[in-house]
């Protein structure tokens, strides 16, 4: 199984609502990512997490929060999100460290609009 | 920021013809990648190209890095429809784990 699962692959939420964005990967990776991507703008990393710690947060909005159950699985959890926070949110993967490579296995994303 | 900056920002060519997209960046880096995105989908990884290499070779994909002018070229020859598409240099000048995409050309084929 060489794919990242992302659900939902769209996700319509008021600025009141808790929701969250899963991610699973069963190629043994051991590293995870969360990007967000505005329109017709490259991906933006939002956080990182190795084995199963996260790793780095590039300065993320508290309304954002991830989660790493375990090492398949990851998870943003939205709450009190602002329609600038609507964007396509991509999960990734990667291993292969020893190589001195980081190459991204990326889900096919989840598409998120805030009313 | 280290994004790296790509051009042009959009290409537009027929079927057949070969497409060459640039990418320069702003700090030294262990290796620079390639990433193909197909209208609001994911990214695919295209082709890795480490910084003692200077050329890489990849089915139609052709990559070159120029690590004293800090740029990279990816060539596609003979294009496809199917290769309508965004793609994106990527480089890990920010950390390992850090991989920073680049602003990205939109490549148009038409039949």
């Known amino acids: 199984d060489t794919e990242v699962t992302q659900t939902p692959k769209h996700l319509v939420m008021g600025m009141t609502n808790k929701k969250s964005l899963k991610c699973e990967q069963h190629?043994?990776?051991?590293?995870m990512y969360w990007y967000k991507q505005k329109a017709k703008k490259p991906p933006e990393l939002m956080f990182v997490?190795?084995?199963?710690?996260?790793?780095i947060n590039e300065s993320v909005p508290s309304r954002f929060s991830p989660e790493c159950p375990n090492s398949s699985l990851l998870n943003l959890h939205l709450h009190a999100l602002q329609p600038e926070d609507s964007a396509l949110y991509l999960c990734?993967?990667?291993?292969?460290?020893?190589?001195?490579?980081?190459?991204?296995?990326f889900g096919a994303g989840s598409r998120l609009t805030v009313l | 920021s280290q994004q790296g900056e790509e051009d042009p920002q959009a290409l537009s060519i027929q079927e057949g013809e070969n497409a060459t997209m640039n990418c320069s960046y702003k700090?030294?880096?262990?290796?620079l990648q390639w990433y193909r995105q197909n209208s609001g989908r994911g990214l695919v990884h295209l082709i890795l190209i480490r910084s003692n290499e200077r050329e890489k070779h990849s089915g139609r994909l052709r990559v070159t890095l120029d690590t004293s002018k800090k740029s990279s070229s990816l060539l596609i020859t003979a294009s496809r429809a199917a290769d309508t598409a965004s793609y994106f240099c990527a480089t890990d000048a920010s950390g390992f784990q850090k991989l920073v995409f680049g602003t990205g050309t939109r490549l148009l084929v038409s039949p």
């Open positions: 997490y190795s084995y199963e710690k996260l790793s």
């Open positions: 990734a993967s990667s291993s292969d460290w020893n190589s001195g490579a980081n190459v991204l296995t």
């Open positions: 700090t030294s880096i262990n290796n």
């Open positions: 190629m043994g990776h051991r590293a």
